[in-house]
């Protein structure tokens, strides 16, 4: 008689061969992918979860984020012309379409619309406005900034000497004068704030010998080698049976070569200034923000960078936007075939991704801009500063800058009696300073005594960072050095 235990044991028994004949069935037929096509040449003996994790790796590394058209027309507003990598993210095809089919419309949402949408303060003249070219200065500014140079801290703490402490009104006539006291004053409590200040200017360049030897490389001779050598990689991986990995580098290889194509012109007046006065202005993402970059210079290069459109959409025709249509779904459905066939065309592929990233690290970091540094004769540094707060900051800028008037920062600081008797000290000499209960009989005691704190934060801040500026060097240019 069988027993219910009997029966367990042949199902445990039973249930062991099934997964013993499904592992050597995937050990002998899995790098043949899901279909089981044997190629003309083959390979054997990859585990298992290696397939599997590599089927998978490329289609969620390459899922598209918000910032992609952000991306592209910085791109775009840099090289001068489309460009795409050979392994594009999902919907960056799609967005050179949108780009082609709409135009300034594209250009204007993608601005507005990013979650890298930056705004603008011009110090000289007030406006306000949102950050245009995309990512282009978010570009240059992270090649300046490559090497992450040390915030220098800026002043928490004041020695004011006087017969008063800070905010206390002068006693009576005939009271004996009291001596004076030099004291330490410091704000109440810290909400700091990093200033990055990145500077450019036009200067004249030598060429290095690296440069040149990149410029070499990047020649049309190196190009149609390069070409070449993507064609063979697709007859390869036919050969090996990654047809989805081979239909991926075909479809990149062709959306490159149609992007060299579409070219797009420069407006007239081009990186030239219609004023007789460098740029200074100020940029973060919103006004309550933590970090602050402030661009300083040429004022033709920082204002088209931020200001003005540099370049006119490429115009395609109807067949040109239609292949990057197709393109775009080309290369979804390659992506969906290499994770539902898996084997050998899922290894191809990660292997191929891997070996593109290690490459593009290695030689082409920062490349477009230090490309566009080199052809406009553009040099650029970057310095860092932290403050204490953010009265201090915008005092410094201010003064830096020798702005006309305070309207420009109208949205950072709110209007007050006291912000005005700030402002005030910062223009008066050095012999006048202090003075509030002459100047400013209207202010309380605390209010007083936060101007006489902020008003030297700022002045010290400023003779900080004026040293700092005056010993900085302008970044090296991969492709340039400069004249002597």
Known sequence: MVTSEDTRCLGAVLLFYLLILDVHETMQFGDLGTLGLRPFLSFSGIPAIVTEWSALFPLVSHLANYDEDHRIIGELALEGHLTVGLFPKLGYLNGLRRLLQYGPDFLDRANANSASAYKVWDVNWGSIFTRANGSAISIITEYALRNRPKAIAMPEEIFVKSKYPPGVAPPPVHTVPAPQLQMATKAPFRRHQEL??????????????????????????????????????????????????????????????????????????????????????????????????????????????????????????????????????????????????????????????????????VFGG?????????????????????????????????????????????????????????????????????????????????????????????IQAETVIRKALSQGKTSESLYVTEKP
Not at 379 to 401: C, Q
Request: a positive charge; hydrophobic letters at 45%; charged letters at 15%.
């Open 196 to 361: 990055h200040i990145v500077r450019m200017s036009r200067v004249n360049h030598n060429r290095t010998t690296r440069g040149t030897l990149l410029l070499i490389l990047l020649s049309r001779t190196a190009k149609v080698v390069y070409h070449l050598i993507l064609i063979g990689l697709v007859v390869v991986l036919c050969l090996l049976g990654a047809f989805g990995s081979a239909a991926i580098v075909l479809n990149g290889l062709i959306s490159k070569l149609m992007c060299r194509i579409l070219r797009a012109k420069r407006p007239p007046g081009y990186l030239e200034s219609n004023e007789n006065h460098d740029a200074c202005m100020l940029s973060a993402v919103h006004e309550n923000a933590q970090t602050w970059y402030l661009y300083m210079g040429d004022r033709g290069a920082i204002d088209w960078m931020l200001n003005k459109t540099m370049l006119a959409t490429p115009s395609a025709s109807r067949v040109q936007i239609a292949y990057f249509r197709l393109a775009h779904l080309l290369q979804l459905l390659a992506m969906t075939f290499v994770a539902a066939q898996k084997g050998i065309d899922g290894v191809s592929l990660v292997l191929l991704l891997v070996s593109n990233y290690g490459f593009h690290y």
């Open 366 to 458: 920062h490349k477009i801009a230090r490309q566009w540094l080199e052809a406009e004769n553009v040099s650029v540094d970057a310095h860092t500063f932290r403050f204490s707060g953010r009265t201090p900051m915008i005092g410094v800028i201010h003064s830096l800058n020798q702005a006309r008037d305070a309207a420009w920062m109208g949205s950072l600081v709110t209007p007050c009696p006291r912000i005005s008797a700030w402002l005030g000290e910062l223009k008066r000499p050095a012999y006048m300073r202090g003075q509030l209960e002459v100047y400013q009989q209207g202010l309380s005691p605390s209010d007083r005594s936060w101007v006489l704190l902020n008003t030297e934060l700022t």
